[in-house]
């Protein structure tokens, strides 16, 4: 399966600044995924990027304030605008590279805090 | 709709013991149910997954019992050892193995004691 490099892996930002979270797939991968995660909860999806076209978010997020960028088959880049401390979270991205059992990877995760 | 409902939210159990955690869903499209382990600071990892044509699938300790008519799935962990330690998180997808995203349960923290 393929190695996905996310970074940073934490940070701490102050309110109203933002953060580009980057994602980095060691092979071309068709759909990736941006995922929120508090503490001990679950994932919760933001949207789903496909190069070559827009993103498409889920009910409750915004490009606005999640702008995402897929330039090619191996990136993407998840921005974090206009932070406030609601926005402290784990961000993880995640690929499918294929159809079949073992297509999902995730990466580790970027763990914001915002003050 | 769309949600997996897991529980418990959190287990303990001794090792040697099994460990069980379930999930229930209610969207009927959903057609293939992986579950995932996290350990902190990583993310989730691809443990076992099973389509609804099969009401069971076992690979070493870890077993996955999927009840269709009652929109039900668990995963067993035999034996359970103090590395297993980890949150654990059902999800369900449609359109089988093919493009699309995963939804989520609520995950169980899962604490094995030596």
């Given at each position: 399966s393929a190695v996905i490099?996310?970074?940073?892996?934490?940070?701490?930002?102050?309110?109203?600044?933002?953060?580009?979270?980057?994602?980095?797939v060691d092979s071309q991968v068709t759909m990736m995924f941006?995922?929120?995660?508090?503490?001990?909860?679950?994932?919760?999806?933001?949207?789903t990027a496909n190069q070559?076209?827009?993103?498409?978010?889920?009910?409750?997020?915004?490009?606005?304030?999640?702008?995402?960028?897929?330039?090619?088959l191996t990136?993407?880049?998840?921005?974090?605008?206009?932070?406030?401390?609601?926005?402290?979270?784990?961000?993880?991205?995640s690929d499918q590279e294929g159809t079949g059992d073992y297509g999902y990877t995730f990466?580790?995760?970027?763990?914001?805090?915002?003050? | 709709?769309?949600?997996?409902?897991?529980?418990?939210?959190?287990?303990?159990?001794?090792?040697?013991?099994?460990?069980?955690?379930?999930?229930?869903?209610?969207?009927?499209?959903?057609?293939y149910?992986p579950?995932?382990?996290?350990?902190?600071?990583?993310?989730?990892?691809l443990?076992?997954a099973?389509r609804?044509?099969?009401?069971?699938?076992?690979?070493?300790?870890?077993?996955?019992?999927?009840?269709?008519?009652?929109?039900?799935?668990?995963?067993?962990?035999?034996?359970?050892?103090?590395?297993?330690?980890?949150?654990?998180?059902?999800?369900?997808k449609?359109g089988g193995t093919s493009y699309g995203k995963l939804?989520?349960?609520?995950?169980?923290?899962?604490?094995?004691?030596?």
């Open positions: 490099s996310q970074k940073p892996s934490r940070d701490i930002c102050q309110r109203g600044t933002s953060l580009t979270i980057q994602c980095q941006w995922y929120r995660q508090q503490p001990g909860q679950s994932l919760t999806l933001i949207a070559g076209s827009e993103a498409t978010y889920e009910s409750g997020f915004v490009i606005d304030k999640f702008p995402i960028s897929r330039p090619n990136f993407s880049t998840l921005t974090v605008s206009n932070m406030s401390p609601e926005d402290s979270s784990i961000y993880l991205c990466g580790s995760g970027t763990r914001l805090t915002v003050v | 709709q769309q949600q997996v409902k897991q529980s418990p939210q959190s287990l303990i159990v001794q090792k040697g013991g099994i460990s069980i955690i379930n999930c229930a869903y209610e969207n009927t499209a959903f057609d149910f579950w995932y382990q996290q350990f902190p600071g990583k993310g989730p990892a443990l076992i099973i609804p044509d099969v009401s069971e699938k076992k690979e070493g300790r870890f077993t996955i019992s999927f009840n269709k008519s009652a929109k039900q799935f668990s995963l067993h962990i035999m034996d359970s050892q103090p590395g297993d330690s980890a949150t654990y998180f059902c999800a369900a449609t939804t989520f349960g609520q995950g169980t923290i899962l604490t094995v004691h030596p």
